[in-house]
């Protein structure tokens, strides 16, 4: 019996001779030493800058709960991290397996199908795993003032490895069964994003809550549907947020006590960590079962289906397709992965993205009719009359000359008042009956208030330059060493084409993939800028922007900006690094680094804005800080927006456009900058890597 469990689970895992090999390289290499020290650093950075800020607090209530919070801050940075690094590691595991020139030989090994998937398998996440691990004593010292239980730390730690074994699974399945391609890496982390990103936006969608439980004072919290299978949502329910505690088992209603959906409610986060673990286990199975099969075959999984299914085309003559002036760019736009098929992901994005908008659209433009209102024309300023409606019953009320008329707690004058608006009340002067003295009028309250579709609306668009952002970045970080490892490199430098042909045909063929994506940000702004249009005749005087019109020319600008710099970023790593995984690793952090900062900075000069347009100006130059300010200016304008009068407010707004159209400039003469340099070095770089 000893002997049977050495021989097989001995050898499948702990002397896994594919696990051992890479442990053994990685803790020799400086470059995994070097980021691991730099995530360790990181973190403890982030909490040490906490603990300053909670100065000399003696209070051990106050402690316990600061603790707590960087507890929950400290989680969610480590589990973003993860989601954005997984992918990266894991969809190598797509192609390279195929690519390898050694594939072939390693089936010819004694080494078993099981010792192959799960070598494979756990070395690709081995380094997640060791980032996680590096963190353990960070997340210790959280528990020092008290406020976090161990067991918050092990489902913080459950759930992110959860997330990194997941996506290794799904990615050693598709590069098995040979479902995946070079165009797979691309789809496969845009999924991931949607994936992730989408299912939190459906989480704001009342329709899907489900009441949780109400803890002391707080009103009665709820969490969604999608709690339990999204690594962010089950992660928030394990922190104790008292507006996201999932409900108790028996506070169930009747038709939900069953098991496993009673589980599923009332505790998503374990939830999460066993269903995770079970797929990933579920998937690796077939994949240990049918790995010399498959390999030997020469029919590939979709190929038997399709011929199943009888969806096989007959042999024909294929159309010839246009070529660009610049087939470098026609190349990378519409056959790699960054294109040709994946044209119906990008249109599910943009559809999201529409029905994201449309929904708060929807939610701020249903109004909701009091019982009392006055509409237009209600004040008759010759007789001194006015006109309120109680229940579409019209009642007639003179008004004093000295009548003081409140509109949302502001006083405002009678002749500003041109649209309809709902009356809270009135005061009526006891000694001339029906006269009134004071009138307080408000805005109907609407689905979402205008501060709260601002706030949804900012978030929208903020997720989705995200997902642009890291996919953009992404796939440019992986256009140069792809070709390195495949070897097309060479063939294409032994071809008359220069260097600068050959870049300048990376950057186009990028910003081509990037249009579509960008639409969707720019689409969800026009959505609401027309609706504005329309709301501006019927609300006049009262009326304020969702967002501000000149957002329709501004977004694209920006967006413009970003990506040409997430390419040339790419692009740039890429030349430098010999592998796509520390190509793309260092481009997403500099370019969340960049953006990050940047944004950071802006928000504190923006927000300093007082009755002067420079901050706004300076503030800006982020791209970021610049689409916040016209989504939500109230919240990220600073006071100027908040207390200024129209022509305050018309200065800020110009302030803006000048301060976006002169960081354009300088930001295209930056990416040209980056570009040149690219194309002088660009043999020297090639030819150094070649040693």
């Given at each position: 019996m000893?002997?049977?469990?050495?021989?097989?689970?001995?050898?499948?895992?702990?002397?896994?001779?594919?696990?051992?090999?890479?442990?053994?390289?990685?803790?020799?290499?400086?470059?995994?030493?070097?980021?691991?020290?730099i995530?360790?650093?990181?973190?403890?950075?982030?909490?040490?800058?906490?603990?300053?800020?909670?100065g000399?607090?003696?209070?051990?209530n106050?402690?316990?709960?600061?603790?707590?919070?960087?507890?929950?801050?400290?989680?969610?940075?480590?589990?973003?991290?993860?989601?954005?690094?997984?992918?990266?590691?894991?969809?190598?595991?797509i192609?390279?397996?195929?690519d390898s020139?050694?594939?072939?030989?390693?089936?010819?090994?004694?080494?078993?199908?099981?010792?192959?998937?799960?070598?494979?398998?756990?070395?690709?996440?081995?380094?997640?795993?060791?980032?996680?691990?590096?963190?353990?004593?960070?997340?210790?010292?959280?528990?020092?003032?008290?406020?976090v239980?161990?067991?918050?730390?092990?489902?913080?730690?459950?759930?992110?490895?959860?997330?990194?074994?997941?996506?290794?699974?799904?990615?050693?399945?598709?590069?098995?069964?040979?479902?995946?391609?070079?165009?797979?890496?691309?789809?496969?982390?845009?999924?991931?994003?949607?994936?992730?990103?989408?299912?939190?936006?459906?989480?704001?969608?009342?329709?899907?809550?489900?009441?949780?439980?109400?803890?002391?004072?707080?009103?009665t919290?709820?969490?969604s549907?999608?709690?339990?299978?999204?690594?962010?949502?089950?992660?928030?329910?394990?922190?104790?947020?008292?507006?996201?505690?999932?409900?108790?088992?028996?506070?169930?209603?009747?038709?939900?006590?069953?098991?496993?959906?009673?589980?599923?409610?009332?505790?998503?986060?374990s939830?999460f960590?066993?269903?995770?673990?079970?797929?990933?286990?579920?998937?690796?199975?077939?994949?240990?079962?049918?790995?010399?099969?498959?390999?030997?075959?020469t029919?590939?999984?979709?190929?038997?289906?399709?011929?199943?299914?009888?969806?096989?085309?007959?042999?024909?003559?294929r159309?010839?397709r246009?070529v660009?002036?610049?087939p470098?760019?026609?190349?990378?736009?519409?056959?790699?992965?960054?294109?040709?098929?994946?044209?119906?992901?990008r249109?599910?994005?943009?559809?999201?993205?529409?029905?994201?908008?449309?929904?708060?659209?929807?939610?701020?433009?249903?109004?909701?009719?009091?019982?009392?209102?006055?509409?237009?024309?209600?004040?008759?300023?010759?007789?001194?009359?006015?006109?309120?409606?109680?229940?579409?019953r019209?009642?007639?009320?003179?008004y004093?000359?000295?009548?003081?008329?409140?509109?949302?707690?502001?006083?405002?004058?009678?002749?500003?008042?041109?649209?309809?608006?709902?009356?809270?009340?009135?005061?009526?002067?006891?000694?001339?009956?029906?006269?009134?003295?004071?009138?307080?009028?408000?805005?109907?309250?609407?689905?979402?208030?205008?501060?709260d579709?601002?706030?949804?609306?900012?978030?929208?668009?903020?997720?989705e330059?995200?997902?642009?952002?890291?996919?953009?970045?992404?796939?440019?970080?992986?256009?140069?060493?792809?070709?390195?490892?495949?070897?097309?490199?060479?063939?294409?430098?032994a071809?008359?084409?220069?260097?600068?042909?050959?870049?300048?045909?990376?950057?186009?063929?990028?910003m081509?993939v990037a249009?579509?994506?960008?639409?969707?940000?720019?689409?969800?702004?026009?959505?609401?800028v027309?609706?504005?249009?329309?709301?501006?005749?019927?609300?006049?005087?009262?009326?304020?922007?969702?967002?501000?019109?000149?957002?329709?020319?501004?977004?694209?600008?920006?967006?413009?900006?970003?990506?040409a710099?997430?390419?040339?970023?790419?692009?740039?790593?890429?030349?430098r690094?010999?592998s796509?995984?520390?190509?793309?690793?260092?481009?997403?952090?500099?370019?969340?680094?960049?953006?990050?900062?940047?944004?950071m900075?802006?928000?504190?000069?923006?927000?300093?804005?007082?009755?002067?347009?420079?901050?706004?100006?300076?503030?800006?130059?982020?791209?970021?800080?610049?689409?916040?300010?016209?989504?939500?200016?109230?919240q990220?304008?600073?006071?100027?927006?908040?207390?200024?009068?129209?022509?305050?407010?018309l200065?800020?707004?110009?302030?803006?456009?000048?301060?976006?159209?002169?960081?354009?400039?300088?930001?295209?003469v930056?990416?040209?900058?980056?570009?040149k340099?690219?194309?002088?070095?660009?043999?020297?770089?090639?030819?150094?890597?070649?040693?």
């Open positions: 000893l002997a049977i469990a050495r021989d097989i689970f001995w050898r499948l895992i702990p002397a896994n001779p594919i696990l051992l090999r890479i442990i053994s390289m990685a803790g020799k290499r400086r470059r995994d030493m070097i980021i691991r020290c995530y360790l650093g990181l973190l403890c950075l982030w909490v040490v800058m906490m603990l300053i800020s909670l000399s607090e003696t209070d051990l106050e402690l316990a709960k600061n603790s707590a919070s960087i507890f929950r801050s400290i989680s969610y940075v480590q589990l973003l991290l993860v989601a954005l690094l997984s992918p990266v590691f894991t969809a190598g595991a192609t390279q397996e195929g020139q050694t594939y072939d030989i390693l089936l010819t090994t004694p080494l078993s199908n099981g010792q192959i998937v799960l070598g494979s398998l756990l070395s690709r996440i081995f380094f997640i795993i060791a980032l996680l691990l590096s963190g353990v004593p960070v997340f210790a010292i959280t528990q020092i003032f008290g406020g239980g161990l067991d918050n730390i092990l489902y913080s730690f459950g759930i992110a490895a959860g997330t990194a074994f997941l996506t290794g699974a799904i990615a050693m399945s598709l590069a098995t069964f040979r479902l995946g391609t070079r165009r797979t890496i691309f789809g496969f982390y845009l999924f991931i994003i949607i994936y992730l990103v989408g299912l939190i936006l459906l989480d704001w969608v009342p329709w899907f809550h489900v009441a949780g439980g109400a803890v002391y004072d707080e009103p919290s709820h969490i549907w999608f709690t339990g299978i999204n690594p962010f949502l089950a992660l928030k329910a394990s922190m104790g947020d008292p507006s996201y505690l999932p409900p108790l088992a028996a506070d169930l209603p009747e038709s939900l006590r069953w098991w496993p959906v009673s589980w599923y409610l009332s505790s998503p986060h939830f960590i066993a269903v995770t673990f079970t797929i990933g286990l579920v998937l690796t199975i077939p994949s240990v079962i049918f790995l010399r099969k498959v390999a030997q075959s029919m590939t999984l979709r190929n038997w289906i399709m011929l199943k299914l009888r969806l096989t085309r007959s042999v024909t003559a159309r010839p246009y660009w002036h610049n470098i760019a026609w190349r990378e736009a519409k056959t790699k992965a960054s294109a040709a098929r994946m044209t119906w992901m249109y599910a994005l943009i559809a999201a993205g529409l029905i994201g908008a449309i929904w708060i659209l929807s939610m701020f433009a249903r109004v909701e009719l009091p019982s009392r209102y006055i509409s237009r024309g209600a004040f008759n300023t010759e007789q001194r009359m006015v006109t309120i409606l109680a229940s579409d019209p009642v007639i009320h003179r004093a000359e000295d009548l003081k008329v409140t509109l949302d707690g502001r006083e405002v004058a009678i002749e500003s008042l041109d649209s309809r608006l709902a009356v809270k009340d009135y005061t009526i002067d006891p000694r001339r009956r029906d006269v009134l003295t004071a009138l307080d009028l408000a805005t109907p309250s609407r689905g979402l208030s205008l501060a579709t601002q706030s949804y609306l900012l978030k929208l668009l903020l997720l330059v995200a997902v642009v952002l890291i996919v953009i970045t992404n796939v440019a970080a992986s256009t140069v060493t792809r070709e390195k490892e495949d070897g097309s490199l060479d063939l294409l430098l071809s008359p084409i220069t260097s600068r042909y050959y870049l300048w045909g990376k950057v186009r063929g990028l081509s249009m579509p994506l960008n639409l969707v940000p720019v689409a969800s702004i026009v959505v609401f027309v609706y504005d249009i329309f709301r501006l005749v019927s609300e006049g005087s009262q009326f304020l922007w969702v967002v501000f019109p000149e957002a329709i020319v501004i977004a694209p600008l920006l967006l413009s900006i970003l990506t710099f997430a390419a040339v970023v790419g692009i740039t790593m890429s030349l690094c010999r796509t995984t520390v190509a793309v690793m260092a481009s997403v952090g500099i370019v969340v680094g960049l953006v990050g900062c940047a944004a900075i802006g928000y504190g000069i923006a927000d300093s804005a007082r009755s002067s347009w420079m901050p706004l100006a300076i503030g800006s130059f982020s791209p970021v800080t610049a689409l916040s300010v016209l989504a939500s200016p109230e990220f304008g600073g006071r100027i927006f908040r207390d200024g009068d129209a022509s305050m407010i200065e800020a707004r110009l302030g803006v456009i000048l301060g976006v159209l002169l960081s354009s400039g300088l930001y295209a930056m990416i040209w900058t980056v570009y340099s690219m194309v002088k070095n660009f043999d020297m770089t090639i030819r150094r890597q070649s040693r």
